[in-house]
């Protein structure tokens, strides 16, 4: 099946710094990929939509000078969180779908610690 | 909007017990539902897909069934395992954008060994 990267996969920051995440498609090309936040014994949110070559779309609530989406090729997405907070610390997963419509394929997630 | 419910929240069973797990969803016009699995800190990792057009798909232990008219999904675990313990996910794509997906809270399974 298809791979998605993602990096790093943990990471521990001081509150007012910036932190990027990666996510990168292996072996296929992904014009759309999916941003998801997941607190603690929660189910995933969908916080943006991704798009290769034009402007991410946010969810509603979801702070899009926050939470900076770039899609700079078909190939790779960053999520850049601006300014963290310690309630910014989550669970962050990116995704992207196959071909056409269907499966969801899942990187590995990055845990975020705001102190 | 859709909604995706799952039940129940959190399941323990002896290990070679066999066992369901359910998801329902509001809307029934869906393209398809997928089952993940995930690991504690981990992403997901994707089970089965049943298309609309589907009743049923099966993959080893792991037998998926859909009923969309009653939107309703179940994932039957056979002779489960301690290495089946996860949290299992259902989702469904969204009516106007088949990419974006709608997410259950996931049943928690802890299978004893």
């Known amino acids: 099946g298809a791979v998605v990267s993602q990096h790093p996969s943990w990471v521990i920051c001081k509150s007012g710094t910036s932190v990027k995440i990666e996510c990168r498609s292996l072996d296929f090309q992904a014009t759309t990929m999916f941003w998801y936040r997941q607190f603690p014994k929660q189910s995933l949110m969908l916080m943006a939509t991704s798009n290769e070559g034009s402007k991410a779309t946010y969810e509603q609530g979801v702070e899009k000078d926050k939470f900076l989406i770039n899609h700079a090729s078909l190939t790779l997405s960053t999520l850049t969180v601006t300014s963290a907070h310690p309630e910014d610390s989550s669970f962050y997963i990116c995704s992207a779908p196959d071909r056409g419509f269907g499966k969801l394929f899942f990187g590995s997630g990055t845990q975020l610690s705001v102190l | 909007k859709q909604e995706v419910t799952q039940i129940p929240a959190a399941l323990s069973v002896p290990e070679g017990e066999n066992l369901v797990l359910n998801c329902s969803f509001t809307d029934s016009a869906i393209y398809n539902l997928q089952w993940f699995r995930q690991d504690p800190g981990k992403g997901l990792t994707s089970l089965l897909l049943?298309?609309?057009?589907?009743r049923e798909q099966t993959s080893g232990r792991l037998n998926a069934s859909l009923d969309k008219s009653s939107g309703r999904s179940t994932l039957y675990i056979a002779a489960s395992q301690p290495g089946d313990s996860a949290t299992y996910l259902c989702a469904v794509p969204g009516r106007l954008n088949f990419n974006k997906f709608y997410f259950g809270s996931g049943t928690k399974l802890n299978v004893k060994p």
């Open positions: 049943i298309q609309s057009s589907q």
